[in-house]
């Protein structure tokens, strides 16, 4: 079995930056974040491997990650910030990678679900950005809501050969009990294999003080079910999560809800698809699971 790896996870510094969405019900993890508080957390739960994720819009905290990366053994990828409008992306991307870590760099995101336009991710001039990172060789993380999940579709089916991922299952309405339209949109990305989706963020979704894994699971059994077991990543989501519960809990629940899975099954999810979504290790391992199918040429474009 390939050793645990958490594929989400945040630092953060309010006394040196500026995070606008550190307020009101978020005031409780307002403050500083970094390796010294999340490694103890990796080192009791076993994890072999993570990956830190961008919180603001800024080449700053790229760079910064990227270096925290190159001095922090148990960070093997980091999924920064750019531009996507800027017509520059590559260069950007080649610069990042010749400074210090830049080896690390899997993957880039935006905050989608804070832009006005919920089709903003089809917008022409991102759209190219996002063509961009895929043909660097990367991950675009979509960070969206079930208003610009159409849009998250309608893009995947485009750009067939990016790899997407899906952070938090799409945010679901979990504390409001509520699975539609979230479960009938996020079904339209199981056909498409270069989408997969992370298995983070969900105790934020529900109700912070009076969650049980029993409010979760459904909305974990309809992700399994549109992408199934290969397409799914663990992330803890760090230190967000801990508004909920602690990192340890957060782990907990997640096995809890994947327990019914076989062991090759459960491997992938806290694992094997990291590794290979983020180009981790060598070749898929022959443990019994198939390997995600990239022959995406198949995929029906003339829907977008």
């Excluded at 531009?83 to 400074?99: F, H, K, M, P």
């Excluded at 043909?135 to 995947?156: H, I, K, M, S």
């Excluded at 270069?194 to 003080?209: C, F, I, Q």
């Excluded at 969650?211 to 699971?217: E, K, M, P, S």
């Amino acid at each position: 079995m390939s050793g645990l790896i958490d594929a989400h996870h945040h630092f953060w510094d309010p006394r040196s930056t500026d995070y606008p969405w550190l307020t009101g019900e978020f005031a409780g993890i307002r403050r500083r974040f970094g390796p010294e508080d999340l490694v103890p957390n990796l080192v009791a739960a076993g994890v072999s491997g993570t990956i830190l994720v961008q919180t603001r819009s800024g080449l700053d905290e790229t760079r910064s990650f990227l270096e925290i990366a190159a001095r922090t053994p148990l960070i093997r990828g980091v999924v920064g910030w750019l531009d996507l409008t800027d017509a520059a992306v590559s260069d950007t991307i080649a610069e990042l990678r010749a400074g210090p870590g830049g080896e690390r760099l899997v993957g880039i995101r935006h905050q989608v679900h804070d832009e006005a336009d919920p089709d903003w991710l089809l917008q022409p001039d991102v759209e190219r950005g996002i063509a961009a990172v895929g043909r660097a060789g990367l991950v675009y993380e979509l960070l969206v809501r079930t208003r610009e999940l159409p849009a998250a579709v309608a893009l995947a089916r485009r750009l067939w050969d990016v790899r997407f991922v899906v952070d938090h299952l799409a945010k679901p309405p979990i504390k409001e009990g509520r699975r539609q339209p979230w479960a009938s949109l996020l079904a339209e990305l199981g056909p498409l294999p270069n989408v997969s989706a992370k298995l983070s963020g969900l105790v934020t979704e529900a109700d912070w003080a009076t969650w049980t894994t029993a409010d979760i699971q459904p909305y974990v059994d309809i992700a399994l079910e549109v992408f199934g077991p290969a397409r799914i990543l663990f992330g803890s989501d760090w230190p967000v999560c801990l508004l909920a519960a602690p990192y340890e809990g957060v782990l907990e629940a997640a096995r809890t809800m994947t327990s019914r899975l076989s062991q090759p099954e459960r491997a992938a999810i806290f694992g094997r698809t990291a590794e290979d979504t983020y180009g981790l290790s060598g070749p898929w391992p022959a443990d019994g699971l198939p390997r995600p199918e990239r022959a995406i040429q198949t995929v029906d474009r003339s829907r977008s």
